[in-house]
C-alpha cells in the first residue's frame, strides 16, 4: 500500500468497522507500507476485499497458535481474585 502506515491503518480501520477481534498494524516498506491484518472469527471473503481494495495484496490464510503458546499466555496471565461478596467462610 503506498502511503504512511499510520494512513493504511486508519483506512483498513475504516473499512473492516465493526470486524470482531480486528488488529491492523502497518510497517514502513521502500513502496509504501506493508499493511497487516488480523481478524479473528471473521468472515474471510469480507477480509479479502478489504485487502483487494487497500492495495496488492500478497498473503491471505488463516493463522493458527500452537496449543504450548496458547497455555502459556493463560498461565502467565494474572490470577484473578475471588469477589469477597461471593466467598463464604466456614
Known amino acids: 500500500m503506498t502511503g504512511a502506515p499510520e494512513a493504511a491503518v486508519g483506512a483498513a480501520t475504516a473499512m473492516l468497522a465493526g470486524v470482531p477481534g480486528l488488529e491492523a498494524t502497518a ?3 521502500a513502496e509504501g ?11 474471510e471473503q469480507r ?3 478489504a485487502a483487494q481494495h ?3 495484496l ?3 490464510g488463516p493463522v493458527t497458535r500452537p496449543l504450548t503458546v ?3 499466555d493463560v498461565l502467565a496471565a494474572p490470577a484473578a ?3 469477597p461478596a461471593t466467598v463464604k467462610e466456614a
Request: hydrophobic fraction near 45%; aromatic fraction near 4%; proline fraction near 7%.
Open 27 to 29: 510497517e514502513p516498506i
Open 47 to 49: 477480509l479479502l476485499e
Open 81 to 83: 481474585s475471588p469477589d
Open 54 to 56: 487497500l492495495g496488492r
Open 58 to 60: 500478497r498473503e491471505l
Open 33 to 43: 507500507a506493508r499493511l497487516i491484518i488480523v481478524a479473528g472469527g471473521t468472515d
Open 70 to 72: 496458547i497455555f502459556r
